[in-house]
């Protein structure tokens, strides 16, 4: 089951979670793979050919073999799945990552392309490599505290387009000053294979490709 926010976007990608909810104004390009996945937050950028939730042992390791046709059409049966990957607000990732399934990437991180990211992201990192390894953080301790305080991601796009977004200790010092914080109230929809409903509001729908 799919879960959207109003304004986000996902183009075509194979999918094999249980349960998604993806929030509003994030994009998935195409030729992505959600896996084992259960959040992606607000204001995310997901390259082409990304992968989240990949399994880690999908076959069994202790068995006489690694093949499949030890629990097809026999009476032996192997399901191992981990815990679903997570992803905050604000995160980038870049072209051909594999995110593995129970790893939890904070708000605000960054995954360089073709990354291989096998432990949990903390928040405002840059990771890379293979595995990925912690480059640099994107801010200061103190930058990296306000915005987390400020949870910006929940107001409507609107006032935040009207804010220092290039500055972010300007941005900060505006925030702190907004007369309202009132949060967006965002739309939502759910998609699964019996079809498509609304959960509140009218249409909720993103820009949605073809989920497989």
């Known amino acids: 089951m799919l879960q959207l926010e109003e304004g986000c976007a996902i183009s075509r990608v194979q999918a094999a979670f249980s349960t998604l909810h993806v929030g509003s104004m994030t994009y998935i390009r195409s030729e992505s793979e959600l896996l084992n996945v259960s959040r992606i937050g607000r204001f995310c950028s997901i390259g082409n050919s990304v992968v989240i939730g990949q399994e880690k042992a999908g076959h069994p390791l202790d068995w006489v073999s690694t093949h499949p046709m030890q629990y097809t059409g026999t009476s032996l049966h192997y399901v191992e799945r981990g815990e679903p990957a997570e992803i905050g607000h604000d995160v980038w990732i870049g072209r051909e990552a594999m995110i593995m399934e129970g790893v939890k990437v904070s708000t605000g991180a960054v995954i360089a392309a073709r990354s291989l990211v096998t432990c949990d992201v903390p928040p405002y990192a840059i990771v890379a490599g293979t595995p990925a390894r912690i480059i640099r953080y994107r801010h200061s301790d103190q930058v990296i505290n ?25 941005f900060l ?16 929809v759910e998609v699964s294979r019996r079809g498509c409903r609304e959960l509140s509001g009218g249409l909720a729908c993103g820009r949605v490709g073809e989920v497989q």
């Open 173 to 188: 010092r505006q925030f702190a000053e907004l007369p309202s914080r009132e949060p967006a109230i965002y739309r939502q």
């Open 146 to 170: 306000e915005l987390l305080g400020s949870a910006w991601w929940e107001l409507p796009v609107d006032v935040l387009q009207r804010l220092s977004l290039d500055v972010p200790e300007h």
